[in-house]
């Protein structure tokens, strides 16, 4: 059962709705340019994603960790990136009317709510040190940056699939129809490499605090865990697509694969920092062997210790 039952149900209804936008887009995307309506329901349901996740994500350090620091386990970094994203793809969306982007961003949220939900049931463990500060501003951009990553992906899904539709020739009519459902390829690569700089400077401030935070345990133990290796490729890859300003080879589709490639090895990185963190297993109805709560509400006034 869930370590907390608002937090699931916060996270069910955050990835309801970016099902919910992703679907919305795809029957506009669908129509003819004329009988297309506003967004105004993708833009009510972003907007209600990031309260929730904003709002779930304070309610759990107040109420269910009792603590400042607002990221305890990978349920709160997950629940911040969901708020990150859906707040950033918001504004591109209202502000800068970027056509298509929650087309493509829709996915990638509902992905990452129904991760998100599914921690919130199974990831028990804990973060250790989180009362530090390095630590706690190690987990902030180090989750702060794989939202910007995501997004970076999301754009360079979008790049590659609006340039393949301009080559196009089988049937204009229908190609037509297409793109003016989504913004040019130069806005969106604008776009792509902003959120590339962003997720640039992000990273190297998580790699830079990951290693001041070594200094203290075993540096090597650090350099060599899969999770920092993981992490240096896409700080790597990252690197190279904001090198793409004064290396046009770089620029356009290599950009976008490598923004793809970096979201792939990212989810790898989380995936291991999770197996590696630890889960909670389960036996029957009950959770045993964990590293998280000591004991499990089972409601009715009924508790069972796990430890």
Same mark, same amino acid.
């Given at each position: 059962?869930?370590?907390?039952?608002?937090?699931?149900?916060?996270?069910?209804?955050?990835?309801?709705?970016?099902?919910?936008?992703?679907?919305?887009?795809?029957?506009?995307?669908?129509?003819?340019?004329?009988?297309?309506?506003? $967004? &105004? *329901?993708?833009?009510? =349901?972003?907007? !209600?994603?990031?309260?929730? /996740? +904003?709002?779930?994500?304070?309610?759990?350090?107040?109420?269910?960790?009792?603590?400042?620091?607002?990221?305890?386990?990978?349920?709160?970094?997950?629940?911040?990136?969901?708020?990150?994203?859906?707040?950033?793809?918001?504004?591109?969306?209202?502000?800068?009317?970027?056509?298509?982007?929650?087309?493509?961003?829709?996915?990638?949220?509902?992905?990452?709510?129904?991760?998100?939900?599914?921690?919130?049931?199974?990831?028990?463990?804990?973060?250790?040190?989180? $009362? &530090? *500060?390095?630590?706690? =501003?190690?987990? !902030?951009?180090?989750?702060? /940056? +794989?939202?910007?990553?995501?997004?970076?992906?999301?754009?360079?899904?979008?790049?590659?699939?609006?340039?393949?539709?301009?080559?196009?020739?089988?049937?204009?009519?229908?190609?037509?129809?297409?793109?003016?459902?989504?913004?040019?390829?130069?806005?969106?690569?604008?776009?792509?490499?902003?959120?590339?700089?962003?997720?640039?400077?992000?990273?190297?401030?998580?790699?830079?605090?990951?290693?001041?935070?070594?200094?203290?345990?075993?540096?090597?133990?650090?350099?060599?865990?899969?999770?920092?290796?993981?992490?240096?490729?896409?700080?790597?890859?990252?690197?190279?697509?904001?090198?793409?300003?004064?290396?046009?080879?770089?620029?356009?589709?290599?950009?976008?694969?490598?923004?793809?490639?970096?979201?792939?090895?990212?989810?790898?990185?989380?995936?291991?920092?999770?197996?590696?963190?630890?889960?909670?297993?389960?036996?029957?109805?009950?959770?045993?062997?964990?590293?998280?709560?000591?004991?499990?509400?089972?409601?009715?006034?009924?508790?069972?210790?796990?430890?």
């Amino acid at each position: 059962m869930p370590d907390d039952m608002i937090t699931t149900i916060g996270l069910l209804i955050i990835t309801a709705n970016s099902l919910f936008v992703t679907a919305a887009n795809l029957r506009q995307f669908n129509r003819p340019h004329t009988e297309r309506e506003p $967004g &105004s *329901v993708g833009r009510n =349901l972003f907007i !209600l994603s990031t309260l929730i /996740a +904003a709002g779930v994500l304070v309610y759990r350090s107040i109420v269910v960790h009792y603590s400042w620091a607002p990221l305890q386990s990978h349920v709160d970094g997950l629940l911040l990136l969901l708020t990150v994203l859906n707040a950033i793809v918001l504004y591109l969306v209202v502000m800068h009317r970027l056509r298509g982007v929650g087309l493509f961003a829709g996915p990638l949220l509902t992905v990452m709510g129904l991760w998100g939900f599914c921690a919130s049931w199974w990831t028990f463990a804990r973060f250790d040190d989180v $009362g &530090s *500060v390095p630590k706690v =501003l190690h987990l !902030l951009t180090a989750y702060s /940056a +794989a939202a910007a990553v995501g997004l970076t992906a999301a754009l360079g899904g979008m790049f590659l699939y609006v340039q393949r539709q301009l080559r196009r020739r089988d049937d204009p009519a229908k190609r037509v129809r297409v793109l003016e459902g989504l913004s040019t390829l130069e806005s969106i690569e604008a776009w792509l490499m902003r959120a590339a700089l962003v997720a640039f400077v992000l990273l190297t401030v998580t790699v830079a605090l990951g290693l001041v935070e070594s200094t203290s345990d075993d540096a090597t133990a650090f350099l060599i865990d899969p999770k920092v290796i993981g992490g240096v490729v896409v700080w790597v890859l990252f690197g190279l697509i904001n090198h793409a300003r004064f290396a046009p080879q770089l620029r356009g589709t290599r950009s976008a694969w490598m923004g793809l490639t970096g979201f792939v090895m990212l989810l790898i990185v989380l995936a291991m920092a999770i197996t590696l963190t630890g889960c909670a297993r389960t036996s029957g109805n009950i959770h045993v062997g964990s590293d998280g709560p000591a004991a499990v509400n089972m409601g009715g006034g009924v508790t069972i210790e796990t430890k």
